[in-house]
């Protein structure tokens, strides 16, 4: 409760500086759903991009579903995403990733939530393979996840496993990284649910989040909705899982 309390009354209390641009931010009101560490100008730059809703790619106006999506539309209802993976998003996920910077995952879901239109029973995320995890100590979707299931007051629970180790996607193009995705996942507990969103930091071609949906919908889950950190096209290589 206090700590609710803080999180919305702390903008009025004292001053911050925004983690992008580092100015002082203007106070707000407590009811205002900007992230209290970043300002006005520097959010608007990061989500400013027209998207499609469906897949989540840059568009030339935003729209529910673009060409692309109507003529092969992916599995999953929506995506939703912050922006780009470009600074300083890419700064704050490499951090969280590599630089074990924990607290990049409450700042970056912050970002997200005012972009999320939530309608889901559970939250879910993408996993890591044993070695992985072991090796970093953590899986950084799961920190995401967890801060959004607490923003949404959303269960959250890890469904998935992964069954092998893959190769890194970076660098692959769309057919090696579906490829080498194939047969790496399965359901360790079916959802008993309809409504389903995975969570994870950086989406390239969706590959990884088109076999984690089939599982789910193939489990009889109705819809699943997609949040991430950053949409980017294939082109971009992003940080691997």
């Known amino acids: 409760m206090l700590a609710q309390w803080w999180q919305k009354n702390r903008q009025r209390l004292i001053v911050h500086t925004c983690q992008v641009c580092h100015q002082p931010i203007e106070p707000r009101e407590a009811n205002n759903e900007m992230p209290w560490h970043v300002c006005k100008a520097c959010y608007a730059q990061i989500t400013e991009t027209s998207r499609c809703r469906r897949c989540g790619l840059p568009s030339v106006k935003s729209v529910e579903q673009c060409g692309e999506c109507l003529q092969t539309p992916p599995l999953w209802r929506a995506l939703y995403c912050v922006g780009d993976y470009q600074p300083p998003l890419s700064s704050c996920i490499h951090g969280l990733k590599h630089g074990r910077q924990i607290q990049q995952a409450r700042w970056l879901v912050d970002w997200l939530m005012p972009q999320v239109d939530a309608d889901c029973q559970l939250i879910t995320w993408v996993p890591l393979h044993w070695r992985r995890q072991l090796w970093r100590g953590f899986n950084q979707s799961e920190w995401l996840a967890r801060y959004v299931a607490q923003s949404l007051n959303v269960p959250c629970k890890g469904v998935f496993r992964r069954t092998r180790s893959t190769l890194a996607q970076q660098g692959l193009n769309r ?34 989040v088109h076999h984690l949906c089939k599982l789910l919908l193939d489990a009889g889950v109705k819809s699943v909705d997609i949040y991430c950190i950053c949409r980017t096209p294939d082109l971009i290589h992003t940080a691997s899982k």
């Open 175 to 208: 057919r090696q990284r579906q490829m080498n995705m194939r047969d790496a996942f399965e359901l360790k507990t079916p959802p008993e649910v309809e409504r389903v969103a995975i969570v994870d930091d950086v989406v390239t071609t969706g590959s990884t």
